[in-house]
């Protein structure tokens, strides 16, 4: 299967805790994304990168939030100090450069903070 | 503030007809618009897309109208079949920006 992987699929915490999640993209894509859906909400975005370099972060990305690339293939998205309003799907989309921006999306991380 | 709006959060399709979902958004700089069906505990799949240079696309059965003036877009199904239960969401993006601006999603259900 070449499409977007994610992994874990689900991540349980305890509050304070820190949780980090790994996106593998499709391999020729150059861009990454970052989103998270809540019950009931589309997907919100919370950051971009097009190969290493991180281009944009939402407002949503708190300072407990860090994203990272480091080779321009998989990325990690790193929550620090976790808190019960962060329980949600965390998704992983990837994208090549050029027209029309087709973003295809991983199964997700579903993360539940106690 | 809402830029993409789902307003009907559920419809339920007879198996066979047509299947209509709606979305309006309010930004004007948005020049693509996409699609995506989402299944429970799984990350959403790309169905189809459609450019603002364009008003209609299609891709078996699935097409997509836009009508800029109304800043609306809609997706029809025909003919619905049960797979098509899910929970769709519309997307679009402005020029020159990546991120995807998501409407809350519409639950389809296809009864037979």
Redesign the interface.
């Known amino acids: 299967d070449t499409g ?1 992987s ?1 992994n874990p699929r689900h991540k349980i915490t305890k509050r304070g805790q820190n949780v980090t999640f790994r996106c593998d993209p499709i391999s020729e894509h150059n ?1 990454l ?1 970052w ?1 998270r859906q809540t019950l ?6 919370l950051t ?1 990168f ?1 190969n290493e370099a991180q ?2 972060k ?1 407002r949503l990305l708190s300072d407990r939030f860090s994203a990272e690339r480091p080779k321009g293939s998989f990325s990690t998205l790193e929550i620090q100090r976790t808190e019960q309003g962060d329980s949600a799907m965390y ?1 992983c ?1 990837s994208s090549a450069s050029g027209g ?9 991380t ?1 993360l539940l903070v106690l | 503030d809402q830029q ?1 709006k789902q307003n009907s959060p559920s419809l339920s399709v007879q198996e066979g007809r047509i299947s209509i979902l709606n979305c309006d958004y309010t930004n004007s700089m948005f020049d ?1 618009f ?1 699609w ?1 069906k989402k299944y429970p ?6 169905l189809i ?1 459609i ?1 603002s240079i364009k008003d209609k696309n299609e891709d078996g059965r699935f097409t997509v109208f836009l009508n800029k003036s109304a800043k609306h877009l809609s997706l029809h199904i025909v003919p619905s079949q049960p797979g098509d239960s899910a929970v769709y ?1 519309c ?1 679009a ?1 402005a020029w020159g920006a ?8 519409t639950r389809l259900t296809i009864n037979p």
């Not at chain 1, 029309?100 to 997700?108: M, S």
């Not at chain 2, 990546?98 to 999603?105: D, H, I, M, N």
């Open positions: 977007v994610q861009r994304y989103y009931g909400q589309g997907p919100e975005f971009y097009q281009l944009e939402s998704l989309a029309g921006e087709t973003q295809y999306f991983g199964p997700g579903r | 993409v693509y996409l995506y505990a799984e990350g959403p799949t790309f897309s450019s969401f997307a993006s990546q991120k995807l601006v998501f409407g809350q999603g």
